[in-house]
């Protein structure tokens, strides 16, 4: 071994150390690693932040915000409410949340899609009456098995394609990955079904400031309308939109107040007052086309995004002792009053009628640009820092539209992935899927700063030489195996290593290790390559080796033992379905 290889054996190594010991943030520690290679010299100074203009971290970032614009419109769970309403056992619900998280994989970032099903998740858990540990460690692990099906489902199939293209002058396709993906989907979600038992029923122990102070009864004033999807239709079936968080008490038709029964029919013009969480509150107002309290902000009020914020009257607003109607905020400022809450009291007046107090939480809607004038001239004070969704404008088709767009372009090869990626983030600003300043959130910074610094850093393994020499070694270790054997080598070993570094950083250290240890075995590298890229994106061993897994280890209470109790067998499954499918598809004579 030379200097240089022993050195890039040991930044390595040190590196992976401490992301084992995990008191540093990933972000941080990738990039203490990239400084150290490049004062040892194993990285070159003008090497150093070639990471950061690299496709894969347009690719990554771009993803996470089309992501955050579909999740956004609600497109999702009002299609599931349409066309499977009545999923109430936990089989059928965990069925359809793995199955359509696995899908939605394959084209967005798993860790998007999984986001955008999360919330239906604790639906369906509160409908059941199940835990949501039972849902959300099966649907992370399905998503991480949807990735495998396409190019950019994941980052280490992007990545193994740019190492198969500097080896062959070849990349693999948008869908070289789908036939190994979709059998280890199905046989995966088939396994997580029948032994999601294996998953213990957790709650959610630490909860965050937005939960604590979160509101469970807001009163909020809508109306039916002509476009209204519960015109002549029952109270019942309004209130069923709600998953059973929504009350309502009283109906206005005209100058009647009418009892909120069940199986009273709805007309136009009626004026609903419901109650419930402001989230349950948008999930029934853009489910049945329902018009908020107040008048649409047009013009110059409407400057900006329109946004709804919770916020409290505090003791010195001269909101306090007023009605809305008196105030008449929508002439005068451009703001609607959309609900109230006031601890202990069920609200049964008109919100334009009811009399504001110092401690009520109103939900107000305004201009992103003008609200924080708004808020001050009134003394409030905004309600942990949060927006709320209800009142928000939404466009629920356009996001599909991008996204369906940039998987065309890139299946017809019209634009490479980067490109139509990036374009489809882009368009979700353009066409207000997703506001300005919540773009910026969705790019998830540490990941891409993470990418960036351990791309130059893995690299030094292949132009410092220390890949063939590990190549080397693993040669003469399965010199006497059969084919199949060096290709579960090589599946299990980068299986092993990526619960302990990103996935993405695994296949940046294990693919060129891959090619050459095939290369001196006389095979052709493409099975040995896809090993790589499924063992690296099925990480089910840990919390912290995926994000898709890190993100539901606080929301479904887990326990870092949780995870090999249903990931073990899991891996073990997908080696032994592994092996001989890509020997089959990927021959390597």
């Known amino acids: 071994m030379t200097t240089q290889q022993i050195l890039a054996f040991a930044v390595i190594a040190a590196m992976m ?31 150093a932040f070639s990471g950061f203009s690299d496709d ?16 956004r419109s609600g497109i999702v769970d009002l299609a599931i409410k349409k066309f499977f309403p009545n999923l109430d056992t936990l089989h059928t619900q965990l069925a359809l949340l793995m199955i359509v998280v696995a899908v939605l994989s394959a084209f967005i970032k798993n860790i998007g899609a999984l986001a955008i099903m999360m919330p239906v998740a604790f639906q369906f858990a509160k409908k059941s009456g199940a835990s949501p540990s039972k849902y959300l460690m099966p649907m992370a692990f399905s998503a991480l098995l949807g990735g495998l099906m396409t190019q950019i489902g994941t980052s280490p199939n992007i990545v193994v394609s740019r190492i198969r293209e500097e080896l062959t002058g070849q990349s693999f396709t948008m869908f070289d990955f789908t036939p190994m993906g979709v059998i280890l989907c199905v046989v995966g979600i088939t396994f997580l079904l029948f032994f999601h ?29 002509a476009q209204s999807t519960v015109l002549e239709k029952r109270l019942g079936e309004l209130l069923k939109l709600g998953d059973g968080e929504v009350i309502a008490n009283a109906v206005l038709r005209g100058t009647a107040r009418m ?6 029919s709805l007309r136009e013009n009626d004026i609903v007052l419901l109650e419930g969480p402001s989230k349950a509150l948008d999930r029934i107002v853009s489910s049945a086309k329902l018009q908020l309290s107040g008048k649409p902000l047009t013009g110059e009020q409407a400057q900006g995004d329109i946004i709804s914020i919770e916020a409290i009257i505090s003791q010195e607003s001269p909101l306090k002792g007023l009605s809305a109607k008196e105030l008449a905020l929508s002439y005068t400022r451009g703001v609607n009053l959309l609900a109230i809450s006031r601890h202990g009291e069920r609200l049964k007046e008109r919100l334009g009628s009811l009399t504001l107090a110092a401690g009520d939480v109103i939900v107000l809607q305004g201009s992103r640009k003008t609200m924080p004038t708004i808020m001050q001239d009134f003394s409030l004070l905004p309600l942990a820092q949060r927006e709320v969704l209800l009142g928000t404008r939404r466009r629920a088709f356009i996001p599909l539209i991008i996204l369906a767009l940039a998987m065309a372009a890139t299946a017809v090869g019209f634009a490479p992935v980067p490109v139509a990626f990036f374009a489809a983030a882009l368009g979700m600003v353009v066409f207000r899927c997703i506001p300005l300043t919540d773009f910026y959130k969705s790019v998830d910074g540490p990941i891409l700063v993470m990418l960036a610094a351990l791309i130059p850093v893995s690299d030094s393994l292949r132009t410092t030489g220390g890949s063939d020499l590990i190549a080397g070694w693993l040669g003469e270790v399965a010199a006497t195996l059969p ?8 599946l299990v070993t980068a299986m ?4 302990f570094l990103n996935n993405a950083a695994t296949v940046l ?13 006389g095979f052709k590298p493409e099975a040995f390559l896809m090993a790589v890229a499924i063992g690296a994106g099925c990480d089910f061993l840990t919390p912290v080796g995926h994000q898709c897994n890190t993100l539901v280890f606080g929301p479904g209470g887990y326990k870092f033992s949780d995870y090999p109790r249903l990931g073990l067998p899991l891996s073990f499954l997908i080696i032994l379905v592994s092996i001989p499918a890509l020997l089959y598809i990927w021959p390597v004579g």
Not at 20 to 28: A, C, K, P, Q
Request: hydrophobic share 55%; with cysteine.
């Open 17 to 47: 150390a401490v992301f084992i010991w995990d008191r540093f943030r990933y972000d941080v520690v990738a990039c203490c690693a990239l400084v150290l290679a490049v004062a040892l010299g194993v990285v070159p100074t003008d090497q």
């Open 496 to 499: 092993a290593v990526t619960p």
């Open 259 to 264: 009892a909120p029964f069940p199986d009273l």
């Open 509 to 521: 250290v294990m693919g060129p290790i891959a090619a050459s240890f095939a290369t001196n075995l």
């Open 197 to 225: 038992w294996l998953v213990p029923s957790r709650t959610k122990e630490n909860h965050s400031i937005e939960e604590a102070v979160e509101i469970k009864n807001y009163t909020s004033e809508v109306m039916v309308t």
């Open 483 to 490: 084919a199949w054997g060096a290709l579960g080598l090589i």
């Open 56 to 71: 894969i971290v347009i690719i990554v970032g771009s993803a996470l915000v089309v992501s955050a614009g579909v999740a």
